[in-house]
């Protein structure tokens, strides 16, 4: 007679791991601090990515301001019984971070407790990044939805929305330089206004 056992499912990371992250105003302090220096997030300097983190700080500042989460969101957010951890991979130079990263810590603090946010730059742990490739790169931001108590995996979504890493991979197919593609994605975002962003993580949301 054989017997199965029942797998346990393994946390992501540790407590005091998790610990070490940056809340979002910790986050955003980092980046203006380096940016007063010249420098960005991540071990690779250059004029050019301290000039797309300069650009992500305008847009995360206006984003901050004028986020309006749409009603069904708030509605599932009060309706959420669990209490969740959002683990947000991600790097000040980043242009996709700076239009997404707003929204989450928005439908975070909407949530009154039940979400709490932790990012960590992606370049600081390859090894968390690593679990959640896209296409086998290193795309973020990166959402990991965690259970508060057990720190295991409940979701993850990322690292855009998906028309417009459709919109991504089609310019990139078609041979657009970074500056074509990173104009028309922002582009969209702009149009957007966030809706299919909240969209995707209504979607998410109804899922725990």
């Given at each position: 007679m054989s017997t199965t056992s029942l797998t346990q499912p393994v946390p992501v990371l540790t407590p005091e791991r998790l610990a070490t992250a940056y809340s979002y105003v910790s986050y955003r302090l980092l980046i203006d601090e380096l940016l007063a220096d010249g420098k960005t997030t991540g071990p690779q300097q250059s004029e050019?990515?301290?000039?797309y983190t300069r650009l992500n700080v305008q847009r995360m500042k206006r984003l901050d301001k004028t986020v309006q989460l749409l009603p069904a969101v708030q509605?599932?957010?009060?309706?959420?019984?669990g209490q969740y951890a959002w683990l947000i991979i991600t790097e000040g130079w980043c242009g996709d971070a700076?239009?997404?990263v707003p929204?989450?810590?928005?439908?975070?603090?909407?949530?009154?407790g039940k979400i709490t946010t932790h990012y960590m730059l992606r370049d600081e742990h390859p090894d968390l990044m690593d679990q959640y490739l896209t296409d086998g790169a290193r795309s973020i931001?990166?959402?990991?939805v965690l259970h508060a108590d057990t720190l295991t995996e409940a979701a993850n979504w990322g690292?855009?929305?998906?028309?417009?890493?459709?919109?991504l991979l089609d310019l990139k197919a078609r041979g657009a330089t970074h500056e074509e593609y990173a104009e028309q994605v922002h582009g969209w975002y702009a149009h957007d206004k966030t809706q299919t962003t909240?969209?995707?993580?209504l979607a998410l949301l109804q899922t725990l």
């Open positions: 050019e990515l301290t000039d509605t599932t957010l009060n309706r959420m019984q700076s239009q997404i929204v989450l810590e928005a439908i975070a603090l909407a949530s009154e931001p990166k959402l990991v690292p855009r929305p998906a028309p417009a890493q459709k919109l909240q969209g995707e993580l």
